[in-house]
T-cell receptor, first 116, second 109 residues
Framework: NAGVMQNPRHLVRRRGQEARLRCSPMKGHSHVYWYRQLPEEGLKFMVYLQKENIIDESGMPKERFSAEFPKEGPSILRIQQVVRGDSAAYFC????FGQGSSNEQFFGPGTRLTVL | DAKTTQPTSMDCAEGRAANLPCNHSTISGNEYVYWYRQIHSQGPQYIIHGLKNNETNEMASLIITEDRKSSTLILPHATLRDTAVYYCIVNNAGNMLTFGGGTRLMVKP
């Protein structure tokens, strides 16, 4: 059973460009979480999605950031008009169940975004 | 979610048991205790979780005090590959995880 997959593993963008990060959850998992880890800092929750729905986006910056998890295909975290402060490692996690259940989240290897 | 307090760093000799403490004095009745670790810059790895009973799996044991205000993660025979940052997280099951600073465990030969 393949784990959570993220691509690309490394992404370099110039200021003002768009960054698209993809996350394929583990087979059978319909809940996806995105976290961001700034250099030398801890992980911070960004958004929680279930298939076709955003459940909790309380950690998402108000502008330039969006996320989706379509019925078919991977979850996408999109950052428009990137700035140097967006440089970070972005981790995706998936779980088989959502709120109200005791379950662990399985993390992918992350995408390291560097904004020049 | 309740806040947790962990020592910033700990050392452990290779082959010995590593006991990592965590205080969560404000934990509520429906919150679980989860442990994750992050090796270097990899994605966090789930280790174990529990509600009130002690738990054991192939990686570690989790001891939760009777009042649930603290817990200890035990790695029975630490190896160099267990060097990592260990996060104790109290979570209302299924919600997002709130990572604190964690404990940086250094396993030394």
């Amino acid at each position: 059973n393949a784990g959570v997959m993220q691509n690309p593993r490394h992404l370099v963008r110039r200021r003002g460009q768009e960054a698209r990060l993809r996350c394929s959850p583990m087979k059978g998992h319909s809940h996806v979480y995105w976290y961001r880890q700034l250099p030398e800092e801890g992980l911070k929750f960004m958004v929680y999605l279930q298939k076709e729905n955003i459940i909790d986006e309380s950690g998402m910056p108000k502008e330039r950031f969006s996320a989706e998890f379509p019925k078919e295909g991977p979850s996408i975290l999109r950052i428009q008009q990137v700035v140097r402060g967006d440089s970070a490692a972005y981790f995706c996690a998936s779980s088989p169940f959502g709120q109200g259940s005791s379950n662990e989240q399985f993390f992918g290897p992350g995408t390291r975004l560097t904004v020049l | 979610d309740a806040k947790t307090t962990q020592p910033t760093s700990m050392d452990c000799a290779e082959g010995r048991a590593a006991n990592l403490p965590c205080n969560h004095s404000t934990i509520s009745g429906n919150e679980y205790v989860y442990w994750y670790r992050q090796i270097h810059s990899q994605g966090p790895q789930y280790i174990i979780h529990g509600l009130k009973n002690n738990e054991t799996n192939e990686m570690a044991s989790l001891i939760i005090t009777e009042d649930r205000k603290s817990s200890t993660l035990i790695l029975p025979h630490a190896t160099l590959r267990d060097t990592a940052v260990y996060y104790c997280i109290v979570n209302n099951a299924g919600n997002m995880l709130t990572f604190g600073g964690g404990t940086r465990l250094m396993v030394k030969p």
